[in-house]
């Protein structure tokens, strides 16, 4: 079934993107923004997102479609475009908790909101996993067409 793109998925797309041309800073100096700015298109937790045109250049200077070719396999209904986003979401939902539990042992003590964070983040990583399975548990085999000359 044809659709678009989640926010989550374009925010994750924007991270993979932004890491391929160096990370914030370099992406910053290429689109005239600050690293900060930056770092907001890429946040899940910031509803801002990259415009159109800074995600052209990035994607121009890392050689590479990774927000636009998710998007367009997305639409046309690609498996291997679900797979791909489905995996992309997962990766960032792990660095995410990842972030929380170095957050909460970063100073060796653990107090209840800190707790809390690393629990909510591996929440959200567990459900990622489980979309992540079942679009794993669609996939068919693709057919491949020959030209005959």
Same mark, same amino acid.
Do not use: C, Y
């Given at each position: 079934?044809? /659709?678009?793109? @989640? +926010?989550?998925? *374009?925010?994750? +797309?924007?991270?993979?993107?932004?890491?391929? *041309? #160096?990370? *914030?800073?370099?992406?910053?100096?290429? +689109?005239?923004? @600050?690293?900060?700015?930056? @770092?907001?298109?890429?946040?899940?937790?910031?509803?801002?997102? &990259?415009? %159109? &045109? #800074?995600? +052209?250049?990035?994607? !121009?200077?890392?050689?590479?479609?990774?927000?636009?070719?998710?998007?367009?396999?997305?639409?046309?209904?690609?498996?291997?475009?679900?797979?791909?986003?489905?995996?992309?979401?997962? &990766?960032?939902?792990?660095?995410?908790?990842?972030? !929380?539990?170095?957050?909460?042992?970063?100073? #060796?003590? /653990?107090?209840?909101?800190?707790?809390?964070?690393?629990?909510?983040? %591996? !929440?959200?990583?567990?459900?990622?996993?489980?979309?992540?399975?079942?679009? !794993?548990? #669609?996939?068919?085999?693709?057919?491949?067409? /020959?030209? *005959?000359?």
């Amino acid at each position: 079934m044809s /659709r678009a793109l @989640s +926010l989550e998925e *374009v925010k994750a +797309l924007t991270h993979q993107l932004v890491a391929a *041309v #160096g990370g *914030v800073i370099p992406a910053g100096i290429m +689109l005239s923004v @600050s690293h900060q700015r930056v @770092s907001q298109w890429q946040n899940a937790n910031h509803p801002d997102v &990259m415009p %159109f &045109m #800074g995600i +052209l250049t990035l994607q !121009a200077a890392a050689q590479t479609d990774i927000v636009t070719g998710a998007a367009s396999r997305a639409i046309k209904d690609d498996p291997q475009g679900d797979i791909l986003g489905a995996m992309v979401e997962t &990766m960032n939902r792990a660095s995410e908790a990842l972030a !929380a539990t170095h957050e909460m042992e970063a100073d #060796g003590h /653990r107090d209840a909101g800190e707790i809390h964070e690393v629990r909510a983040a %591996f !929440a959200a990583l567990k459900k990622q996993v489980d979309r992540a399975h079942d679009v !794993a548990n #669609g996939l068919t085999p693709t057919r491949h067409l /020959r030209v *005959v000359g």
